[in-house]
DNA sequence: TCATAAGGTCAAGCAGCTTGACTATATGGT
DNA sequence: ACCATATAGTCAAGCTGCTTGACCTTATGA
């Protein structure tokens, strides 16, 4: 198997089964999407167009995307302090709920795989994983 | 930079990146969904029911994504030789030009990646990403 | 031989994204 | 101080790729 195939596959699979988690945890309406959002909003908030840009996608898509989870109660429209155009979206305490849920899920996932490798390979897998990882925005597998 | 996030961010370049090789040397009517197609197709064909299995999606999904490679002319609808239900559907010269374009594009990603960690570090790499990579379908990063 | 399962397609509907148009506020040069 | 331009955000319309449901054909097995 390739390099390439296999992160691949390690990724998607890294994917549905934080998904799975999160499902299992009670938090049943979202999707693989919306985590990447709870992470860029979860340091201090966000605007629309910050959002956008994290996600790779047109300012429009990341306000329809802010509408479902504002309208789902995970996140809510602030006015933005300094600049009375925009609104910071901030995560409210469920939003904040279902991140902690996420981040159980990963590393149970992350867990599972320190036992089949060992935590000193883990070490070097991670290391190495961070030293090919772009800083741009987030991009989907395909 | 956690792991799973270091994992989810290369693997995202990297699907982004294949697919812009691929554009770049001008096969520019293809979506990364079609690269994972491809692969399962190139061995030795695949049934639509096969493709859909891999890919994750319903066989009327995958019937309409054959629909649309075979109308761009990268694979063809053959009947099947053991099964009359069934058809195989197998890449045609244009499709195993296209596929030889996209491993040499992914070959250029991990070339570059092997230039900032080295060569014994790649297979370091490679050998741990096979040991945690599921061997089922393939799944999207979100 | 016939009931049931499996491969495939057709058709309709929907969710999530895009482009285009617009309003409100910010920024910077004159 | 003023005005041209850029930026943040939303509304509306349209498209694409996926889903579900119905159906036909061929295979499988009691």
Redesign the pocket.
């Known amino acids: 198997m390739a390099l390439s195939a296999a992160l691949l596959a390690a990724a998607g699979d890294l994917t549905q089964r934080i998904h799975d988690g999160v499902s299992a945890r009670g938090f049943t309406d979202l999707?693989p999407?919306h985590g990447f959002a709870f992470a860029r909003l979860a340091p201090g908030g966000a605007?629309?167009?910050?959002l956008a840009a994290h996600l790779g996608?047109?300012?429009?898509?990341a306000?329809?995307?802010?509408d479902?989870i504002v309208r789902k109660g995970y996140a809510e429209?602030r006015p933005?302090p300094e600049?009375?155009?925009?609104?910071l979206i901030v995560l409210t305490e469920r939003g904040w709920t279902c991140t902690r849920a996420a981040e159980e899920a990963a590393a149970e996932v992350v867990g599972e795989w320190a036992g089949r490798l060992g935590e000193g390979e883990m070490r070097a897998l991670r290391e190495r994983l961070v030293r090919i990882a772009p800083h741009g925005p987030i991009r989907p597998v395909w």
Do not use: C, F, I, Y
């Not at 600049?83 to 609104?87: G, L």
């Open positions: 999707r999407a605007t629309v167009t910050d996608v047109t300012k429009q898509a306000s329809q995307l802010v479902e429209r933005h600049d009375a155009r925009a609104r």
